[in-house]
Nanobody, 125 residues
Framework: EVQLVESGGGLVQTGGSLRLSCSLS????????VGWFRQVPGKEREGLGC????????YIKDSWKDRVTITSDEAKKTIYLQMNNLKHGGTADYFC???WGSGPCRPLEQQYDYGGQGTQVTVNS
């Protein structure tokens, strides 16, 4: 069974940084993508970026390129979302999702089959 567990959320001051983790288990695909998403209450879920395994090809949405990086630790089966210079608009629930896939990844929710429960980030202004 594929499972994803996000962690690392919490309270951060405006301008601060936070690293979220997405731990994967049960993934047996030879090639897969992991996407990061966020959702502000009352709004649609938004894709931030994604990373592919095993080639580590990654994609970050233009509007987030100056604030977000995505990395992976293959040995730990963990994907990280590093967020810097967070603003109040960064307050949201953050989710990761995965799916088998070849070719470049994109953070489009419909392309992912498995997701985690999310971790909450609050940016204190």
């Amino acid at each position: 069974e594929v499972q994803l567990v996000e962690s690392g959320g919490g309270l951060v001051q405006t301008g601060g940084s936070l690293r979220l983790s997405c731990s994967l288990s049960g993934v047996t695909f030879d090639e897969y993508a992991v996407g990061w998403f966020r959702q502000v209450p009352g709004k649609e879920r938004e894709g931030l970026g994604c990373i592919k395994s095993p080639d580590s090809h990654r994609y970050i949405k233009d509007s987030w390129k100056d604030r977000v990086t995505i990395t992976s630790d293959e040995a730990k089966k963990t994907i990280y979302l590093q967020m810097n210079n967070l603003k109040h608009g960064g307050t949201a629930d953050y989710f990761c999702a995965t799916s088998w896939g070849s070719g470049p990844c994109r953070p489009l929710e419909q392309q992912y089959d498995y997701g985690g429960q999310g971790t909450q980030v609050t940016v204190n202004s």
